[in-house]
């Protein structure tokens, strides 16, 4: 669904006028990770440990957990979640910058829930729109900005190397002591399974993540019970690094052959992350073979007239040089199937701290300026970008403008010691990938 200003200052007077923290997402959407027994509202917040206990006494608390019911009350009472900091950051960046609260609550399937959440603000069986699950951290995949808790590539370096030497913790987050045992994942697993069949018919999305979900046993299981489905009721949706080997591609397109035979979801939607092109790209998400990414989504594309595609771009510090050519190539694949274009969707980089784009000095506006251009010249030209691509990009550009110029001096320091220990330990050159940081790297 394509969303217009319009929707988004309707939801936001809507929400405001509860409270001006009031988010629907926090009710309608859910990320869940069933290895670590972990949940979230939206994707944003760092994901809480769902006690077993909870989860024992009712698989509601899958989504319904102490801690979520206390950040659903401040939001009621006007007050702020800490968790939602990726909003405030925005919202604080100006009036005109509409962030996520705005523009998850304004999706029809999030917006039309808005009564029924009030009649009952602290229902502890609430039942979610939009369930986005992580099915297992295999991923042969290191991205810069992700961590050993979601990719087994990452795990194993950091079991190698130990964390990165930065001052504030990058790669040596995860406490283990934390981790479900064997019984544990089980009791997780069993309530999922519940869960999701009492859901079912009330689902708007279901949404895979990982680690990589191609590389991991348990999304192969979920196609076949997929696959048993005719005339799907809700969408489903892929996230993938579209990265792995051939045998494992060609079989998940054999799978999407027959999901889309069977009508088994109303629709389905491949996400894949990316923000960089060629080397700069590959530096970035450590693991990808840009030119293989850039084949798989033209052959999805050239196969699927029908398959919403979406590219996630994370826009961090490392991708602000080059993004304008990483637009050019979006607009390229834009062009090739104009009837269903595929998506951009820029997010600000959240975590970590070092690779956000406050950590830039002012020369980097300029590009920054010339990318919204690019963006605003081809919506009103070709129009194959929209309001709401666009508006992502104009909010990176405001949270840039807005940053607080004297805080990040440790945050740059521990860029550099990452840049530094990642060509140690990966083999990289971040001199030759990244000029514009060769005179801080000397
Ligand atoms: S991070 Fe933003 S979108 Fe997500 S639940 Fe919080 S306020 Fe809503």
């Known amino acids: 669904m394509t969303l217009e200003v319009s929707d988004l200052e309707k939801t936001q007077k809507y929400l405001n006028e509860v409270s001006e923290s009031f988010c629907l997402a926090k009710w309608t959407q859910v990320t869940l990770d069933l290895n670590r027994g972990t949940t979230a509202s ?52 100006g009036p005109g910058a509409y962030s996520d609260r705005i523009i998850k609550s304004s999706y029809q399937w999030s ?19 939009m369930v986005e699950v992580n099915l297992g951290a295999n991923c042969n995949f290191k991205c810069s900005y992700c961590s050993e808790e979601v990719s087994s590539s990452w795990a194993d370096e950091i079991e190698k190397f130990g ?44 949404r895979v993540t990982g680690g990589e979900p191609l590389l991991n046993e348990s999304f192969w299981r979920l196609l076949t019970h997929m696959k048993q489905r005719e005339n799907g009721l809700f969408d489903f949706s892929i996230n993938s690094n579209l990265g792995v080997s051939e045998p494992v591609w060609l079989r998940f397109l054999d799978e999407l052959d027959i999901l889309l035979l069977k009508k088994s979801s109303k629709e389905i939607t491949i996400y894949t992350s990316n923000e960089a092109l060629g080397e700069r790209a590959e530096y970035i998400r450590f693991g990808l073979k840009h030119n293989l990414w850039i084949k798989r989504i033209e052959e999805l594309m050239d196969r699927y007239p029908s398959l919403n595609l979406v590219v996630m771009s994370t826009y961090n510090a490392l991708c602000v040089k080059g993004f304008e050519g ?48 690019f963006v605003r010249a081809e919506m009103s030209s070709t129009k194959l970008f929209d309001f709401i691509e666009f508006e992502k990009m ?27 220990e990642h060509d140690r330990r990966r083999g990289t050159d971040a001199h030759k990938v990244f000029p514009e940081f060769s005179s801080w790297l000397r």
């Open 163 to 206: 964390g990165y030497p930065t001052l504030h913790q990058h790669g040596r987050s995860f406490n283990q002591s934390l981790a479900l045992n064997a019984e544990e994942k089980e009791i997780f697993a069993r309530a999922f399974d519940d869960w999701f069949k009492s859901l079912s018919s009330q689902l708007s999305t279901l």
């Open 394 to 420: 104009k909010r990176v550009i405001t949270v840039f403008q807005e940053r607080d110029r004297g805080a990040n001096f440790t945050h740059k320091k521990d860029l550099i010691a990452f840049l530094r």
């Open 42 to 93: 939206c994707h944003h917040p760092v994901q809480h440990r769902i006690p077993t206990a909870e989860i024992k006494k009712s698989f509601h608390r899958l989504h319904n957990t102490e801690f979520k019911l206390a950040q659903r009350r401040l939001m009621l009472e006007g007050k702020r979640p800490a968790e939602c900091s990726y909003c405030w950051r925005v919202e604080d960046s």
């Open 326 to 373: 990483f637009l050019q190539e979006i607009l390229r694949l834009k062009m090739r199937r104009p009837h269903k274009p595929l998506r951009l969707d820029i997010s600000l980089l959240e975590f970590p701290f070092h690779q956000r784009i406050e950590v830039l000095t002012d020369d980097f506006q300029q590009d920054l300026a010339t990318q919204l251009e």
């Open 111 to 129: 917006r039309s829930m808005g009564e029924k959440i009030l009649q009952d603000p602290i229902n502890e069986e609430f039942a979610p729109k």
